[in-house]
């Protein structure tokens, strides 16, 4: 099973600033057939399903404001918010959709400091 | 609109079994694989299972730890999915959500709002 560790567990960032989490598996998530990294992340407020908000490690769902931004290829992996507004504040969690079992990463709590 | 309407969940005693379902609308539900996805509370995402189309025999995959007692079924001609759990244990006890397979990533792009399933005596 591939594992996904995302870091840190939590962030405080101040409106208007930078966020970004971390995440890593533990073999490539890079399909060689179309060169694409089959990562997404996805954001979850509470008492709410998730929402997608990343897929191809770097490709924005339709819908999602420009600051939220993904990168890396690989094994490594982040998500950046470039300038956090308070309705941010949520869980986000990555996940590798390459093999079976799909597996996600343990999430990440950002909070307005 | 694409909507994912769930029902079933509810309390169950361990060792009991439980069918959630999951109704589709808004999209061609027999074109995408199909996933469930559970929440432990106040824990992370766990992938449950996942059921893939016709045209690939509606095949099917389960996380370990579910395997052999959960059933992941669809009937197209309803839009609807199903996860049938059986032998239900403690460590069960989770919002489950369906979730649809975007069909060109593996990643789960519409949710259904979940649903609590408890299991305890």
């Known amino acids: 099973d591939i594992v996904m560790t995302q870091s840190p567990d939590s962030l405080a960032v101040s409106l208007g600033e930078r966020a970004t989490i971390n995440c890593k598996s533990s073999?490539?998530?890079?399909?060689?057939?179309?060169?694409?990294?089959?990562l997404a992340w996805y954001q979850q407020k509470p008492g709410q399903p998730p929402k997608l908000l990343i897929y191809w490690a770097s490709t924005r769902e339709s819908g999602v404001p420009d600051r939220f931004s993904g990168s890396g290829s690989g094994t490594d992996f982040s998500l950046t918010i470039s300038s956090l507004q308070a309705e941010d504040v949520a869980v986000y969690y990555c996940?590798?959709?390459?093999?079976?079992?799909?597996?996600f990463g343990g999430g990440t709590t950002v909070e307005i400091k | 609109e694409v909507q994912l309407v769930q029902s079933g969940g509810g309390l169950v005693q361990p060792g009991g079994s439980l069918r959630l379902s999951c109704a589709a609308s808004g999209f061609t539900f027999s074109d995408h694989y199909m996933d469930w996805v559970r929440q432990a509370p106040g824990k992370g995402l766990e992938w449950v299972g996942r059921i893939r189309d016709k045209a690939n025999s509606y095949t099917t995959e389960y996380a370990a730890s579910v395997k052999g007692r959960f059933t992941v079924s669809r009937d197209d001609s309803k839009n609807s999915l199903y996860l049938q759990m059986n032998s239900l244990k403690t460590e069960d006890t989770a919002v489950y959500y369906c979730a649809r397979d975007s069909g060109y990533g593996a990643h789960f792009d519409y949710w259904g709002q979940g649903t609590l399933v408890t299991v305890s005596s």
């Open positions: 073999q490539s998530v890079l399909h060689s057939s179309n060169n694409k990294n089959y």
């Open positions: 996940q590798q959709c390459y093999s079976n079992p799909l597996t």
